[in-house]
Nanobody, 127 residues
Framework: VSLVQSGGGSAQAGGSLRLSCEAS????????MGWFRQAPGKVREGVAV???????NYVDSVKGRFAISKDNAKNPLVLNKNSLKPEDSAMYYC??????????????????????WGHGTQVTVSS
C-alpha cells in the first residue's frame, strides 16, 4: 500500500492551499479515505473524509472552507482549502480505511480504523 502526499506549504490567512494524495494498493473494495491533521501538542483529528461512493463528510471547523474530492479509484485524493485560518496550521496526513456496510465514513471515525497513512505534509498559515 502506498499513500504519497504532495502540496501544502505556507499561506497567509484568507488564502488557499491544495493537498493531494496518490493512493494505491489498498485492499478494500469499498473504502473511506480522508485527511487528518495534528498540530503541535494536540491530538490528531479528522478533517474531511470521502467514501468510495463519493459522499464527503467534514468536521465542523472546516465546513464551507475545505472541499475533499476523489473522482474515481484512479484519481488522487484532493483537499482544497480556502479561507485559511492560523488555526489550520498543522501536519496533514491522508489515510484510508475499509468501509463495511455497518460502519460510517465520517470525519469523526476513530483513527484506529485507518490502517494506512501518508507521510504527512506541513501546512502553515500566518496571520
Amino acid at each position: 500500500v502506498s499513500l504519497v502526499q504532495s502540496g501544502g506549504g505556507s499561506a497567509q490567512a484568507g488564502g488557499s492551499l491544495r493537498l493531494s494524495c496518490e493512493a494505491s494498493g489498498y485492499p478494500y473494495e469499498t473504502y473511506c479515505m480522508g485527511w487528518f491533521r495534528q498540530a503541535p501538542g494536540k491530538v490528531r483529528e479528522g478533517v474531511a473524509v470521502i467514501g468510495s461512493d463519493g459522499t464527503p463528510n467534514y468536521v465542523d471547523s472546516v465546513k464551507g472552507r475545505f472541499a475533499i474530492s476523489k473522482d474515481n479509484a484512479k484519481n488522487p485524493l484532493v483537499l482544497n482549502k480556502n479561507s485559511l485560518k492560523p488555526e489550520d496550521s498543522a501536519m496533514y496526513y491522508c489515510a484510508v480505511a475499509p468501509w463495511p456496510w455497518h460502519s460510517q465514513c465520517v470525519a469523526t471515525r476513530p483513527l484506529r480504523d485507518f490502517h494506512y497513512w501518508g507521510h504527512g505534509t506541513q501546512v502553515t498559515v500566518s496571520s
